[in-house]
């Protein structure tokens, strides 16, 4: 779909614990040398103005990053994503907030590499503009599913897949399920990471998910967020990120993350 745009939703709520998630995750698995490659499927333009027209119009990172911006004290578990954020605000006033590929990058060594998959035109070409000559990165046009297939297994031998749709279409579990099933038999002891969302009236049903995959609960790990009601965007009470087969060193990292930074809850442990 082309009609979703990420500007608007920027360093929400979802956005917060979203990109605190990828960057334990990242962290976690950056312990071992061995080189990482990052595939992110549904990318978005990778940077996004908090005073543009499409974020005031909103204002959803008021609830999310603002809030966190203007009081951090006391929350140790999310001062490493709360520095990544700072690293794009250097003179201390909140204007640009990085998306998970920018995140990506930041967190880049030089034994990893980073792809980033996105079907929309404008969006493609500010990728390409906020990368331009920046040799670990690789832009691929087009849907993310499909070019998620072309990069696994990875040239590195660890590989991290992020999945992030707008869930506009009703049938995009299905889609995903299709995908992961078809990335799973090319890579199977690769990390997916899933964030999704819930929403009034239509949760997703994600356990159907982990049925679909015949996955155990060793290799399903469910991290789960109900906003408060001063977070909640509209219908959206809450979202989750599965993590497929978290690494050792990340899980028990990500659920304390997920209790201590967030009051979440934790399924499938």
């Known amino acids: 779909m082309l009609s979703y745009r990420h500007g608007f939703h920027a360093g929400n709520p979802a956005d917060v614990f979203k990109h605190a998630v990828q ?84 967190l880049l060594r030089p034994v990893d590499r980073l792809v980033l998959c996105e079907l929309h035109p404008a969006e493609q070409q500010a990728l390409s503009a906020c990368f331009a000559g ?60 899933i964030w999704y969302p819930q929403i009034e009236g239509r949760d997703l049903p994600i356990d159907s998910l982990r049925e679909s995959l015949d996955l155990g609960p060793e290799a399903w790990l469910d991290l789960y967020v109900e906003f408060p009601p001063e977070q909640r965007l509209g219908r ?16 028990e990292r990500l659920i304390e993350l997920t209790r201590k930074g967030f009051g979440g809850t934790v399924h499938h442990v």
């Open 134 to 193: 920046q040799a670990q990165v690789q832009i691929e046009a087009g849907d993310g599913y499909q070019a998620m297939q072309r990069h696994l297994p990875p040239a590195t031998s660890r590989g991290l897949v992020m999945i992030d749709p707008s869930y506009e279409l009703r049938d995009e579990l299905d889609t995903m399920g299709k995908a992961l099933r078809q990335a799973l038999r090319r890579f199977a002891h690769g990390v997916y990471l």
């Open 236 to 251: 959206m009470h809450g979202c989750g990120m599965v993590v497929i087969n978290p690494p050792y060193r990340a899980r």
């Open 23 to 106: 960057i334990a995750l990242v962290r976690a698995m950056q312990e071992k040398p061995a080189g990482i490659t990052i595939i992110d499927t549904h990318s978005g333009p990778a940077r996004y103005d908090l005073s543009s027209e499409w974020a005031l119009k909103t204002r959803e990172f008021e609830p999310g990053i603002a809030r966190l911006w203007n009081d951090s004290v006391g929350l140790e578990a999310l001062q490493d994503y709360l520095d990544q954020v700072r690293v794009h605000n250097p003179d201390g006033r909140l204007r640009i907030y990085p998306g998970s590929p920018l995140i990506s990058a930041g």
